[in-house]
């Protein structure tokens, strides 16, 4: 069974019922500064090895950039 | 001997600075230039923000290292946000990536001009005030709308002087003069519109505590040269603030004495 989520307006597909934390991994975000919001509202760093990811999903995933 | 007495601090929440102008540290040519500039202009706070980017793209790697390695402190923006819950969202995920609670809110109100929405920026500003931000928000010139901001908590002010990149200096010098001659124990920081020295050195001159800007400096054909000719500006700015300017006359008067002007004889 596998689910179906956007990822920075990507469409992926991970195994049902995969952490967050494993799919950054996965995904190759493993070592890099990020910090990421699902549906909008921000998941904190401390919750990513208990936060369960769902179908439909539409997780934003950003990193440092200049800015003015 | 120095006329320049030392004056207040330039404090912004409780923190001390010596140089009044901050930094963008977006659109430059290169990393490396970026950097230059910012050593050139003597900014000790500099602007930054966060966008999607793919694991392999490394490409804000080395501008991220550069502005560690200035020490500056760092002002995260909520840039592109257009509306209350975008900008709060990411003003969280800017605390926890750059370990501050400091933020620029931005919420952009229209596409044209980039003109910040005054509605969602104060209700922005409310929330992440309580959520525990020090939130300095990039807002019109608009005295209600400051007095609004600080009514919620906001410390500092950000009036535009123009928008967004367009180089045109400080475009509503009445709301600005208003404003300054309104608000005059907090400090106000002219962001965004300037492309000129000069400008900066004219809103100094009003009174403005200190100057936000990128664009002027990352397009420029030299950045770290505009760079420094910036914080010159500034600096200029401020000692003649300090200084009083003279008034304004309508009618010419003569600096030299007109007592003893030769070639003069009684008719």
Redesign the interface.
Known sequence: MTIELSVNNEIKTLADKVLLSVALQQWGYGDTKIAVAINGEFVPRSTYPERELFNGDQIDIVKPVGGG | MSYNKPEKDFTLYGETFSSRFLL?????ASPQL?RESVIQSRSEIV??????????NRD?DA??HY?QESGCRLL??T?GCKSV??AV??A???R???NTDWIKLEVVGDDYNLQPDPFGLLEAADILIKKGFKVLPYCTDDLILCKRLLDVGCEVLMPWGSP?GTGQGLLNRYNLRTLRERIKDVPMIID?GLGAPSQAAEAMEMGFDGIL???AVAKAHNPPLMAEAFADAIDAGRKAFKAGLMQKRQTASPSTPTIGQPFWHQQ
């Not at chain 2, 963008?24 to 430059?28: E, I, S």
């Not at chain 2, 602007?47 to 392999?56: D, E, F, I, M």
């Open positions: 963008g540290t977006a659109l430059y970026m602007t930054l923000g966060l966008r999607r980017q793919n694991p392999a804000g501008i991220w502005i995260p923006n840039a819950k975008e969202t990411l969280e995920m800017s926890e990536i750059f967004i965004a800007l990128n664009t």
